[in-house]
């Protein structure tokens, strides 16, 4: 049956009421849009960023650490962060991110509608997920990155904000500056490495300036899945990642044929350089460094506009030190080069022989008290006898090795014994004019060892300590060719001990020459300990210094930063320079907080300095420091001075030893003084620690780029009034064995 459609006519009067009703829903659904942006603008729904956001997104900024040739040493972070400005930005980098993320970047004011709507197209209708968020989008994006909402309701009400915050970026900045910005906020997915800065450092230790066009691509490719396309875990997908940037690149004419295909064929080329404490150069540097910048800033009351304090972490200082990058790599290389030889005549000492017998197995229970799994068990509660249980119990662990870290199984006690097995070494070099630190190595591994040994240990100082007392000496008239006793003598109730070298009488020149005991006790008890003990400090020496006539043959404790500073001030004609670690700390705009100005004293006469210079370089032409001449401990010919140390049982070994330009400091020893070479002949100063100071030295006089001269110690300014040479002394008519009579009688 067929049925009949009815024609429908409306009537005028219900045309008009459904022509309102259509416009007040039109004009309703218009307004219910403004006032929700309107409500998103104004923070209804959660707070937008602000302009300072914009122009400076992410306030956690690494702090950068820079050496006296500007070449960054490492940064302080929580993330890994560094702002460039545009003009550092390599042409490249602009290119690749343009042709790959928003073509038409330049012709739209935030977003791009043509975009939007295919985008939705694809999406809805052909299920197929495409990405239509322009560059200043995604600049809005990063600005929300730590608060990213994961829900989709929450998700679809900050993509408005998004939006929103992308037309306020096109209204209010070029886009320059909306380039500049994004680069800036960027996450590579590494190391908590953020930002181009960031970025062109960590993959391939270069500036943003300086990247080519397969390296811009490569940081680009990645910004798509920073783990997926990271060249460290997905070589190959990452490369084919870039190759396609490097076609968009073509595609958009800022590549030619030959140019694409040139960089298509280039490997990865990666130069991975992490900046974090444990790896790059001076890490002992850069930790004790922190510990001090914080120690500074809280002393001067240095804060910023709101009077909050300065946070390395985040603030994006810039922090200048007087480090000379190539001469850290030289200190560096030095102790490597020597302590595995020195490592390997130790471990055969030790072979057959048991190191923690007797009263030693005490250093075994220091050394598990001190761990940290001791001290995590103790606080969980467990028993001396699960205790002791789980440190002879096999675990897997990584220890160190010259050769690199090794992944093996031992006990947690046998652990305990390898480490006190393991000699250290430390070593600090100085400019003595200025206090300028060159270099700093802390220890052998700062991954497996972070206790610094440059500043925050001190060891026993043995024959290091003789210079200050034959100092009081000849800075109170005594001439280095007056001659001293040099048997055994009881003085109180204190007999040191020693060998005979040298003669006895023998001249102060000859005594230090030869690092004479007998002859430096007769000394100190002429010139009084308080006098020596006074000088000492006076030179820097911050740890304690008592008042004992032992004290001339070193029987106190200091650091290699004190001693290389207190030897400085014999070349730098007796005045005392305090070391320096900052030359400057400048805020993330450049702005001036702090420059450091070093304490200077004047501590000896500058004659008196010369002569002590002369003193000590008969240490290293013939005297107990003369293999530093020899080629396999440096072979150094120029100008030079030092004195070696070593104290009881070879538990430390020294060598201080300067140039007219650099004086460098070198101290080996065990962790624990117990444990130690049981012979002289690899544990003496001479052996364990001086062939440190002569590679180092060789590698920096090698090295002509570093402009250090073989000139000559320069004498005082006002000139010389003593007699140095003693053969000229003691043919001098009228020689009295009285140091004030000789002195009087030459004019001195």
């Known amino acids: 049956m067929k049925r009949e459609s009815k024609n429908i006519k409306l009537t005028p009067e219900e045309i008009s009421k459904y022509t309102r009703t259509f416009w007040l829903i039109l004009w309703g659904a218009i307004a219910f849009v403004c006032l929700f942006l309107i409500g998103v603008r104004v923070g209804l729904f959660g707070q937008l960023p602000s302009f300072e956001d914009l122009e400076n997104p992410r306030s956690n900024l690494a702090s950068e650490i820079l050496t006296e040739d500007n070449r960054v040493l490492g940064t302080y972070y929580l993330q890994n962060r560094s702002n460039v400005k545009y003009s550092e930005l390599s042409p490249h980098l602009v290119h690749a991110l343009v042709s790959t993320e928003d073509k038409r970047f330049y012709d739209h004011s935030g977003i791009d509608y043509f975009r939007t709507l295919t985008t939705i197209f694809h999406t809805v209708v052909l299920r197929d997920k495409q990405g239509g968020s322009t560059i200043t989008q995604q600049l809005a994006l990063n600005l929300f990155s730590e608060r990213r909402e994961r829900s989709t309701i929450k998700r679809v009400m900050q993509k408005f904000q998004e939006w929103i915050t992308a037309v306020r970026l096109e209204r209010n900045y070029t886009k320059e500056e909306i380039i500049m910005m994004y680069f800036n906020t960027v996450d590579f997915g590494y190391k908590n490495t953020f930002g181009i800065k960031s970025g062109a450092r960590t993959f391939f230790n270069t500036t943003p300036d300086k990247l080519t066009a397969e390296q811009a691509a490569l940081l680009v490719g990645m910004l798509k899945g920073p783990t997926m396309y990271s060249p460290i875990r997905a070589e190959e997908r990452a490369k084919t990642r870039r190759n396609q940037v490097l076609i968009n690149m073509h595609a958009e004419n800022f590549l030619t044929d030959a ?12 130069n991975v ?77 030790w072979r057959s022989r048991n190191a923690f017998s007797g009263d030693k197995a005490k250093l075994l229970e220091t050394g598990m008290r001190r761990s940290d799994r001791y001290r995590e068990m103790k606080e969980n509660g467990a028993s001396a006898e699960e205790i002791k249980k789980a440190f002879n119990t096999k675990v897997s662990m990584s220890i ?24 250290r070494n430390s070593i600090m070099a100085m400019d003595p004019t200025t206090g300028h630190i060159k270099a700093w190595v802390g220890g052998i591994n700062f991954e497996h060892y972070k206790y610094d040994q440059v500043k925050m240990g001190i060891r026993q100082v043995g024959s290091t300590a003789k210079p200050f007392t034959y100092a009081v000496a000849i800075d109170n008239g005594y001439s280095p060719c007056y001659t001293v006793p040099n048997h055994q003598q009881t003085y109180g109730n204190w007999t040191p001990r020693g060998s005979v070298q040298g003669g006895d009488p023998i001249t102060l020149k000859n005594a230090i020459k030869y690092s004479q005991n007998f002859a430096t006790a007769f000394v100190i008890n002429e010139v009084g300990a308080a006098s020596v003990a006074d000088l000492t400090r006076k030179m820097g020496i911050t740890s304690d210094v008592p008042n004992y006539p032992s004290i001339a043959l070193g029987a106190y404790e200091a650091s290699v930063y004190d001693m290389v500073g207190a030897y400085s001030a014999f070349v730098n004609h007796g005045t005392w320079i305090e070391p320096t670690m900052i030359l400057r700390i400048e805020d993330k705009n450049g702005t001036p907080i702090y420059e450091r100005t070093p304490k200077v004293l004047k501590v000896l006469n500058s004659e008196s300095a010369y002569i002590m210079v002369d003193m000590l370089r ?131």
């Open 259 to 270: 140019e694409l295909a040139d960089a298509k064929n280039k490997p990865l080329g990666l």
């Open 273 to 349: 350089n992490i900046s974090s404490y444990g790896e790059g150069v001076a890490p002992y540097f850069r930790s004790v460094l922190k510990d001090e910048i914080k120690k500074e800033l809280k002393r001067l009351a240095i804060t910023k506009a709101d009077g909050t304090p300065y946070d390395l972490d985040r603030d994006g200082l810039r922090i200048y030190t007087p480090l000379n990058y190539k001469m850290q790599e030289y200190a560096e290389e030095a102790q490597k080069e020597w302590m595995q030889k020195l490592q390997r005549e130790f471990d055969k000492q």
């Open 400 to 423: 160190f090795t010259w050769k690199g870290s090794v992944d093996t199984v031992m006990t947690p006690m046998d652990s305990i014994k390898y480490n006190k097995l393991m000699l």
């Open 618 to 748: 008969g240490v290293v032409d013939g005297g107990t420091g003369s293999r530093v001449r020899r080629a396999d401990y440096g072979g150094l010919t120029i100008p030079m001075g030092g004195k070696t140390g070593t104290t009881n049982d070879n538990s430390d070994a020294w060598f201080i030893g300067f140039t007219p330009q650099l004086v460098a400091g070198v101290w080996t020893g065990a962790e624990d003084r117990g444990v130690s070479f049981s012979s002289m002949q690899y544990g003496q100063g001479a052996a364990a620690a001086l062939p440190v100071f002569g590679l180092f030295m060789k590698k920096v006089y090698n090295d002509k780029s570093l402009n250090y001269s073989k000139m000559d110690f320069p004498k005082p300014p006002e000139g010389m009034t003593r007699v140095m040479d003693c053969s000229e002394y003691s043919r001098y008519e009228g020689y009295s064995s009285e140091p004030e009579l000789q002195d009087d009688r030459l004019g001195f």
